[in-house]
């Protein structure tokens, strides 16, 4: 069909003719965005640099890095950041634990963007017996609370990176199904669909060509706001010990680890604390952005 007479490809794919570039450049317009944009560069560059930035070995036990009283030392002098309660470089732990906080939080979350809007755009597309199956099944999950459920499914599995990623994407898919759903409802009554259908267009055509571009600008925003979401739920199961399991380090097993020194060492909650915060924050400041820049009924609004 021709782009000028399909009532919606002018507003809703600016962003996607502009390209990456546009996006970016948008973005490092809004401080908040590219104050979000540096820190999660920054927390990828250590994720990837790990071995390289962290000071000691993150698994070493020293009576070195122990007070005369068996106690973890304070940050300074060799220890940066100080040590934990078995004498370990807390830096080192939590480089690595920034390594294994992203893996998880990136791959649950792409996991679950792609199964909630799998689902979204199949139900939305065939309606019908297909639509009621699937968005049965998605309320059944949304009406299980998200911790509760992972914390069961969690506790079945043998906890990995890999299975945390696992739990967490099969409890984050469902608010991006429906949101997905909605959408392509709404796609599919607009002329250019029906058009395309009329001609004789296979739904393999229709989904990729014609209804993925307008849904693109939904599933890149709801996918960045998504990870800062599976950060924290990753950092609460490993806080409450069946997430990550030890010695392999996660910002939210560290908490857990060293919580019963908080009143004589609280650099050790702290640091992790503010690690999981920037990070959760980071993410939901640039996909409060992307969501202004591709949504084209907010733009002028900032």
């Known amino acids: ?13 600016r962003p996607r003719r502009s390209g990456a570039r546009e996006v970016l450049r948008q973005l490092m317009r809004r401080p908040r965005a590219a104050f979000g944009m540096v ?28 007070d005369l009283m ?20 807390l830096a080192s732990r939590l480089i690595l634990g920034t390594r294994t906080s992203l893996i998880i939080g990136v791959l649950a979350n792409g996991i679950a963007v792609l199964l909630g809007a799998g689902v979204g755009i199949t139900a939305g597309y065939f309606g ?5 199956i699937l968005m049965r099944f998605t309320d059944l999950m949304m009406a299980f609370p998200a911790l509760l459920l992972a914390i069961v499914l969690a ?33 599919t009554e607009r002329e ?28 890149i925003v709801f996918g960045t706001l998504g990870i800062s979401t599976t950060v924290l739920l990753e950092a609460t199961l490993s806080y409450l010990g069946v997430g990550v399991q030890p ?31 920037l990070l959760a ?11 202004d820049i591709l949504d084209p009924t907010l733009q002028g609004r900032h």
Do not use: C, K
Not at 128 to 132: I, Q
């Open 1 to 13: 069909m021709n782009a000028a007479l399909d009532p919606v490809v002018g507003p809703a794919t």
């Open 39 to 66: 820190i999660i560069a920054a927390m990828f560059l250590a994720a990837l640099f790990a071995p390289w930035l962290m000071p000691a070995d993150p698994f070493e036990q020293s009576f070195d890095g122990l």
């Open 70 to 89: 068996g106690g973890p030392l304070p940050p300074g002098g060799v220890y940066v950041l100080g040590t934990d309660l078995l004498g370990r470089d």
């Open 128 to 132: 019908g017996w297909t639509a009621t």
């Open 155 to 187: 506790a079945i599995f043998q906890p990995s990176l890999l299975i945390v990623a696992l739990v967490i994407a099969m409890v984050n898919w469902v608010q991006m199904s429906r949101v997905i759903y909605t959408e392509t409802r709404s796609l």
């Open 192 to 219: 250019f669909i029906q058009v395309q259908r009329s001609i004789g267009s296979g739904p393999i055509r229709i989904l990729f060509r014609h209804l993925l571009p307008h849904l693109l600008p939904s599933i």
């Open 247 to 277: 010695p392999m380090p996660s910002w939210g097993n560290i908490i857990f680890e060293n919580q019963t020194y908080f009143s004589t060492a609280p650099w050790l909650v702290f640091f992790p604390g503010l690690l999981i915060v």
């Open 281 to 291: 924050l980071a993410f939901n400041l640039v996909g409060d952005a992307l969501r």
